[in-house]
């Protein structure tokens, strides 16, 4: 005899974040926003990448939580940006000039819950996230 399994379907929740609507925030304040959305069980699309204190922040935020919130099982995240190994120097200059001024916005960002991302592949042109 077979028993039935009842599985609850969720919906697949995007928020897409651009750099603009968060280069104005501290760094305490771009976190606070991040983990909401994804406490919210979203998985958030950031174009652009944190600095890596903002990165280090977000996981030491995540840490912290993880123990004290129910269900909450913490956050993966993975960067994609362009990879100019085989650019010329030109482009290579132009890019960190560019960098510099308006952040990098060239990279895609993904940070979603533990709980809904199983897994993310990633290569220097695509990322594959396994939903659980």
Same mark, same amino acid.
């Given at each position: =005899?077979?028993?039935? %399994?009842?599985?609850?379907?969720?919906? /697949?929740?995007?928020? %897409? /974040?651009?750099?603009?609507?968060?280069?104005e925030?501290?760094?305490?304040?771009?976190?606070?926003? &991040?983990l909401?959305?994804? /406490?919210?069980?979203?998985?958030? $699309?950031?174009?652009? @990448? $944190? @600095?890596?204190?903002?990165?280090? @922040?977000?996981?030491?935020d995540? =840490?912290? =939580?993880?123990?004290?919130?129910?269900?909450?099982?913490?956050? *993966?995240?993975?960067?994609?940006?362009?990879?100019?190994?085989? *650019?010329?120097m030109l482009?290579?200059?132009?890019?960190? &000039?560019?960098?510099?001024l308006?952040?990098?916005?060239?990279?895609?960002?993904?940070?979603?819950?533990?709980? &809904?991302?199983?897994?993310?592949?990633?290569?220097?042109?695509?990322?594959?996230? $396994?939903?659980?």
């Amino acid at each position: =005899m077979k028993k039935a %399994v009842n599985r609850k379907l969720r919906g /697949l929740s995007l928020q %897409v /974040l651009t750099y603009s609507e968060i280069k104005e925030l501290s760094i305490v304040e771009r976190v606070k926003k &991040i983990l909401s959305l994804v /406490l919210g069980n979203k998985i958030v $699309l950031l174009h652009g @990448r $944190l @600095r890596p204190e903002e990165e280090a @922040r977000l996981i030491e935020d995540t =840490m912290a =939580m993880v123990d004290h919130i129910k269900d909450f099982k913490g956050i *993966e995240l993975a960067v994609i940006e362009p990879d100019l190994r085989k *650019e010329g120097m030109l482009t290579k200059v132009k890019y960190g &000039i560019a960098r510099r001024l308006v952040g990098d916005s060239s990279a895609l960002t993904v940070i979603g819950p533990a709980s &809904i991302i199983k897994e993310i592949k990633r290569d220097p042109k695509k990322i594959e996230l $396994l939903l659980g």
